[in-house]
């Protein structure tokens, strides 16, 4: 059993800056981790993921934004979000898994830009 806990959203002004934190509890550590985020009305996104030895990879609106890490002895993976937009308005969730197939599921923390 693995359980995902998110923090660090809140609302900040466009231009802003947030980081994220996922806190993996129980199982070992061999999943890699990512993030997804969810805006009204639209269908779940694939934000970022560091594999299982430290390969990181963005969507194309996020690169050179944001920034995905992982501490392994934490257990924990961040997202660090840069220079924020009001499309970047959405509920973030952390997700990890073996070979990266997603297994497991935080609840999400709303981070909200807006002036």
């Known amino acids: 059993q693995v359980e995902l806990v998110e923090s660090g959203g809140g609302t900040v002004q466009p231009g802003g800056s947030l980081r994220l934190s996922c806190v993996a509890s129980g199982s070992t550590w061999r999943y890699c981790m990512g993030w997804f985020r969810q805006a009204p009305g639209k269908e779940r996104e694939w934000v970022a993921r560091?594999?299982?030895?430290?390969?990181?990879y963005y969507e194309d609106s996020v690169e050179g934004r944001f920034t995905i890490s992982k501490d392994n002895s934490k257990k924990t993976s961040y997202l660090q979000m840069s220079s924020l937009k009001h499309e970047d308005t959405a509920t973030y969730y952390c997700?990890?898994?073996?070979?990266?197939?997603?297994?497991?599921w935080g609840q999400g923390t709303q981070v909200v830009v807006s002036s």
């Open positions: 560091i594999d299982t030895i430290g390969l990181t």
């Open positions: 997700a990890a898994g073996v070979g990266c197939a997603w297994d497991y």
